[in-house]
């Protein structure tokens, strides 16, 4: 069945309230306490499937990786050619108001400045000027084995220091093992780590570079990376928000 503009928009739409409706407080009382925190269910288990089902549509994807042929670990994602999909667009909007409170804040305890506008399109347009260029929104796939290294997505200058994953199958279910990894390196101490279950339809905002974190010298920087542990069955899929372009 063809689904009409209209319909797409009234989607698109509710997507946005899912996102609004999140407890945006105690969200960003968690980002500060351990650099990551999921959102309620934003994607129903229809929207799941959709784009699911994108993944094979290569048409709509400017870029392919094999991440064991670039030393990555094991699995594939691909970066969503422009125009993004409907849903990509409008949840990519909708987070970024929300995701600006905490970056500005972080940037203000951190001594620096906060370079980003109030709305994302004047945000893109600067990534844009600045040469980054491409999508950067991402979807990826892990079957049983794959894993994802430790990272950061960085593409250029222009940095968001939030970003976003959704997942897509249901863990326990679809999938086992798969959990996502967040190591944060706190100055003058060791190594944290976090592992979060990612549940079908939800969220998980995390750091993209750094984030503020106390210490007896008052805010320093702890520098932040993610990946995904061994998938051990099963398969994999999630959705990838970045809010800079590559």
């Known amino acids: 069945m063809t689904t009409t503009p209209l319909k797409r928009r009234a989607h698109d739409a509710v997507l946005a309230d899912r996102v609004a409706a999140a407890d945006w ?9 351990t650099g990551c925190a999921l959102t309620p269910r934003l994607l129903s288990p229809a929207d799941r ?3 699911i089902t994108l993944y094979d549509d290569t048409a709509r994807f400017r870029s392919t990786i094999d991440m064991a042929r670039h030393r990555f670990g094991s699995g ?5 050619a422009d125009p993004l999909p409907g849903p990509v667009q409008a949840l990519r909007e909708a987070f970024y108001p929300y995701l600006l409170r905490t970056a500005r804040e972080w940037a203000d305890r951190l001594g620096r400045t906060a370079p980003w506008p109030d709305t994302l399109g004047e945000w893109v347009a600067r990534c844009h000027d600045a040469g980054q260029t491409k999508s950067s929104q991402i979807l990826l796939r892990y079957g049983a084995g794959d ?3 430790l990272h950061r997505d960085l593409f250029g200058e222009r940095v968001f ?5 959704i997942g897509l199958n249901e863990p326990g279910a679809d999938y086992t093992g798969g959990e996502f990894l967040l190591v944060e390196q706190r100055p003058r101490a060791q190594s ?3 592992t979060t279950v990612l ?3 939800h969220g998980l905002i995390f750091t993209t570079r750094d984030r503020p974190v106390r210490s007896a010298r008052g805010w320093s920087a702890g520098a932040v990376r993610h990946g995904v542990s061994t998938v051990r069955s099963g398969r994999r899929h999630t959705l990838g928000l970045v809010f800079h372009d590559a």
């Open 161 to 165: 220091p939030l970003q976003v994953v």
């Open 147 to 149: 894993w994802n290294a």
């Open 49 to 51: 499937r959709a784009l």
């Open 76 to 80: 594939q994602y691909r970066y969503f």
């Open 199 to 201: 549940p079908a339809g």
């Open 192 to 194: 944290r780590g976090t």
């Open 25 to 33: 407080m105690a969200i960003g009382e968690e980002l500060d306490a």
